[in-house]
């Protein structure tokens, strides 16, 4: 139950608190396709299935004979991921790129069984990275085939595969498994080290509470700690639970045990996410937030409050808001919230049967002392989908581990501030493998759209990838 | 059924006609090991399956700090090719090499359902090369870790892939799809380029033809050719039939026209063999050959027997002996011969599901003339096994089609007279990726053991090899 929440933190990034946007096709003039894809790629089978696979095309800054930069969708609607990726917009004037967004196979509008997608274990099976990757191939396959039909070497038109977060993985892996498909991959802030093995459990939550310490008032990450047991206490008898569930406004009051899980599960939640958005200037892309939202919720709770209970309970509802209705505009908050149904479910799948990464919280950090256990999680994700995690090596021998020194034309770029970086690349790993730190930098940054506030560490991200596309294409 | 013998070509190479032989252990002193690798390397269920794979080890040469070389079996038994590969045993010494043989899933002893392994549609669809390529990965991860446990950076310990015709196809997709699993990769005759859309269709025919020119004496290929035609008429009368049967000593009467069409594929396949084994020296591993077989089969049948039926039979029998029953100690033929039977159902149905050779004789062959025609090819496929090949692009998808540039250190060999040699690699594909072409020299000869009467082509090829592992190894 522990990680139910955390599992979706990726794509919590992105979440709307239900609030109405400028739609992707006003702002980015997307067009929407589909392609029938094989189900299952590699297995020979009597009745083939296929299904629709969404992908969105902008064709506005392409000139013939231009690139094709393809963002290898994450763990959701592509629409919301295109909307957070202007990078690609802004720089596809620069190549004559076409640009092309395609959708994770079991997110959006992209499910095998439609509404019967997770009705089964037998309809989830074919949700891997491996099917996934190789959808990607296909429908990149297919363009060169059809959008460039003219090309004589259709095989070696350049394709340049973009992602953030475990978008960005996929990149990465889709330009190691498939060089043929794309001749270089950008990955913004993907932990592709983030694996049993490779990375150590208490790293997540340590990068969570430096940030709270770096950017919060003094105090901060003490009141933080301190408030599990105030709330854990409070909790214990029904009156707490009331108080609790008024004073921060939840949709259904807590009843119990289960519930308080849920609520601290919740709590993690948020601060895993204002540390992701940590971002220099205003956000408001769905839930409005104001410039460094760790900041702005550290001011609202660094009054002492060991012996006033209530007063902490109160004060950090002020701060949650900072996060869950900075419009003012919501009427209650529901722990158990599901943005998208589907989503959620088919993220918290993977995290159970692939993407299995450790995490734990010590002394060393502002959350619950809770450990990793491996056979623990696993029996867990049993518990719930009716299947076995792959071995915990699973990552190291899919995808190397870290040996990664034969692989060209890749990059890694991390927020040295965003908790996702405890997996990431650091260094370079070949002489066209590279790691770009991006100093004070939150989650995926360098993939948004420009901005007048972007400080230096961003814009130079963004010219290092520039740069990197550049060379790729033979431009310099 | 045209290619029901035709799929088994490429063991059929090393078969024995029943001939006992000097066993593997004995010649070469390999140790026989099982290791359980997982049935589904890429799903997660809900009881996770496993299977004894098997491999062979010699460490006689192996020094600590020295090489691994793996041969990435074939479809046959791992011995069968252990012996096939003197090659690698030569060099093992020069390196300190350990030398290891894993066997391909569902050949010779790994059979993940045992006798069972082939009874059901379903028992089946786990014989794919991506799931064979992850056993060999998983192997090779095993024994860094458990052979080189002493060794720091086991992930770099390094590993080089060898393989022929088949194997050697998997050997250069192991270092395309695992290039941290091995440092290189060393393919002999391996056709990975003989897919639909990459080589046409009388390719392969036309090198058989061309070795029977070559080395045989002139009207050669024309009474192959003529040949045909007196069969088949032959054949259309019970007295006919009889008396091929009869002439061609066929354990079992030939009985009407599907007898017919598989003693005319089994000839085929027998001129193909002929053209694979045509080594410059006698060979005498499975079935005593002389040297240049191609050569000798000819010298029997250069007669004219436009108008002498009974001869050209009479001749044909004595020239096949040369292929058959070169000892006199064989019996009868039987021409529906399945050496190993499930080798053959295993590979018949991998040659029907990915790895779909287009194939066609015309009249530049010595042949019956045959066209190309996937859909039937597939359908047959499907009557046979239930099951639908994958899409004819399959393999470009998959494996990149001749778009290999951005990989590195892989060796593709051909024998320039070796039929297979019409799919293989031809160019240096990138500053790593390297062709190197064996004048006049049949399948995979540079993977033998050396012979005394090696020519400089062959002796060149090696050092070649060597050097480059070499290389590979910072050896130079």
Known sequence: MCFKMFVSLFLMVFLSNGIQVETLEQKYSLET?????????????????????????????HVKGGPVFVYTGNEGDISIFAQNTGFMFDIAPVFNALLVFIEHR?????????????????????????????????????????????????DTHPFVAFGGSYGGMLAAWLRMKYPYSVIGSISSSAPVFYFPGMTSCDQFYEKVTTVFEKYGREQCVKTIKLAWDVIINLSKTKLGMDFISTTWKLCRKLKGPEDVEILLNWLSNIYVNLAMVNYHYPTDLYAPLPAYPVKVFCD?????????????????????????????????????????????????YQRCTELVMPICSTDADMFITKPWDYEKYSYDCYKKYGVKSLPPDWAILAYGGKNLKYYSNMIFSNGMMDPYSCGGVFHNLSATVWSFNISDAPHQIDLRNSDVA???????????????????????
Chains 1, 2 share one sequence.
């Open 454 to 476: 972007d400080n230096n560490y961003v814009i130079g991200a963004r010219s290092f990838h520039i740069q990197a596309i550049k060379q790729w294409l033979n431009m310099v």
């Open 300 to 348: 609202k709770i660094t009054t002492s409050y060991f012996n006033d209970t209530k007063g902490l309970i109160e004060h950090f509802s002020h701060a949650l808001e900072i996060y869950t209705n900075y419009t003012g505009k919501r009427v209650c908050n529901n722990i158990n919230s599901t943005f998208e149904e589907y989503a959620e479910l088919a993220w918290d």
């Open 33 to 61: 396709r589909y392609i029938e894809v094989p189900l299952d790629h590699f297995t020979a089978i009597a009745a083939p299935k296929f299904f629709k696979l969404r992908y969105l095309i902008n064709a506005k800054y």
């Open 106 to 154: 079991y997110y959006g509008q992209s499910l095998p069984f439609g509404n019967g997608s997770f009705s089964t274990t037998e309809n989830m099976r074919y949700l891997t990275t491996t099917q996934a990757l190789a959808d990607f191939a296909f429908v990149i396959e297919y363009l060169k085939k059809s959008f460039f039909e003219n090309v004589i070497s259709y």
